[in-house]
Nanobody, 126 residues
Framework: VQLQASGGGLVQAGESLTLSCARS????????MAWFRQAPGKEREFVAA???????YYADSVQGRFTISRDNYKNSLYLQMNSLKPEDTAVYYC?????????????????????WGQGTQVTVSS
């Protein structure tokens, strides 16, 4: 499966932004999809994940501000980001896995995903 992320940009604190991830390849290759981000000098961190069944998982830092969704017919993944903060500044990556996870902790680990998009930059100014 190939992933292509888009929608990043420069916004002010408090504003909103929506990221998109276009997915090509076999549908079953992306039973679980997620967004990760990496800020300069920091490790890549989990942001949100969504299972094919619709179950959603969020990092504490974005809970209540970000919403992940997927459109299986359009082969797309989205991340609606509201009330953005300067600390949300990072390169955002979409990721996919053919696996269906039972344990919550697997959704949070980058090693659980084997397909990655190229990343899109999000910059939030104060």
């Amino acid at each position: 499966v190939q992933l292509q992320a888009s929608g990043g940009g420069l916004v002010q604190a408090g504003e909103s932004l929506t990221l998109s991830c276009a997915r090509s390849g076999r549908t079953l290759d992306s039973n679980t999809m997620a967004w990760f981000r990496q800020a300069p000098g920091k490790e890549r961190e989990f942001v949100a994940a969504v299972a094919r069944s619709g179950g959603e998982y969020y990092a504490d830092s974005v809970q209540g501000r970000f919403t992940i969704s997927r459109d299986n017919y359009k082969n797309s993944l989205y991340l609606q980001m509201n009330s953005l903060k300067p600390e949300d500044t990072a390169v955002y990556y979409c990721a996919g896995s053919p696996k269906i996870y039972i344990r919550r902790n697997y959704y949070y680990q980058s090693s659980s995903y084997d397909s990655w998009g190229q990343g899109t930059q999000v910059t939030v100014s104060s």
